[in-house]
């Protein structure tokens, strides 16, 4: 098994004490913890969500604020906003993660994205030689937590780090890192 060839599947994992009513990725960017939602940089446009349930840490999925379904439908400013995150993102995972190389792509249509979350999403997955066998090794859910909660600081701290920062976000409040590409 590869997971070079595995489909782009969304792996949404909600916490049982905290259900999400409606589209995920409409409603945790209206949240008011960032760091919670695991957002971990926000754009004029978009935002960088940590994938509750990686395929390889530090796996991000760059999302429209708004809630667009084809790629087709994105407008010049949005898309142009989608693809420097997208960068700033490959960006601060090499900063910190230092992966090998990268898979990205996206899902259209529900038979590509294997699910019912039709809300537009770039996946960015950062790739190790040998990686194939993270995920069983981590499968334990506790584990991937913990794992995340690490990841996401790093990577908070990898964006801060980087070029086009507006405000460098606040872990302890919750604050995603803040960037724009005007
Ligand atoms: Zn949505």
Known sequence: MDRIYAPWRIHWVEREEDPI????FCVL????DDR???IVARSDHNYALLNNAPYNPGHVMIIPNRHIEDWTDLDDEVMVDHGRLKAATIEATRRDLDPEGFNTGLNL?????GGSLDHLHTHVVPRWRGDTNFMPVVGE???IVEGLERTYDHLHAAFAAGDHVVDKGDLESGDAVRLSFH
């Open 29 to 32: 960017p209206e949240r008011d």
């Open 141 to 143: 859910t506790k584990v």
């Open 36 to 38: 919670e939602a695991r």
């Open 109 to 113: 249509g529900s038979d590509a994205a």
């Open 21 to 24: 009513d409606g589209c995920p």
